[in-house]
Nanobody
Framework: QVQLVESGGGLVQSGGSLRLSCAASGSIFYIYDMGWYRQALGKQRELVATITRGGTTNYADSVKGRFTISRDNVKKMVYLQMNSLKPEDTAVYHC???????????????WGQGTQVTVSS
């Protein structure tokens, strides 16, 4: 089993910053892509940012230039630095990791429980 635990969410004023962290643990042989999705109340889950093991990043247009994703392969962690936050960034943020649990085994996506980010106007 693989567990992902997010931290760092909270309440912040518009224009403020937050840094989310996500720690992966459990039966991990190799982690491929990692990333963040978010789901606002009443809306579908949407991609925020992803990062490959080699560090190639991809961002949703709505967060480009404001959010930065990074990872630490040794610590098995992924981070999301969020600057210039807007009320429309309010959502539950979930991290995910594409994980292989053993050599020669397939990889699967695992998800964290999520952390609430609320941006007040």
């Amino acid at each position: 089993q693989v567990q992902l635990v997010e931290s760092g969410g909270g309440l912040v004023q518009s224009g403020g910053s937050l840094r989310l962290s996500c720690a992966a643990s459990g039966s991990i042989f190799y982690i491929y892509d990692m990333g963040w999705y978010r789901q606002a109340l009443g809306k579908q889950r949407e991609l925020v940012a992803t990062i490959t093991r080699g560090g190639t990043t991809n961002y949703a247009d709505s967060v480009k230039g404001r959010f930065t994703i990074s990872r630490d392969n040794v610590k098995k962690m992924v981070y999301l630095q969020m600057n210039s936050l807007k009320p429309e960034d309010t959502a539950v943020y979930h991290c995910y990791s594409d994980v292989a649990s053993g050599y020669g085994l397939g990889s699967y996506d695992y998800w964290g429980q999520g952390t609430q980010v609320t941006v007040s106007s």
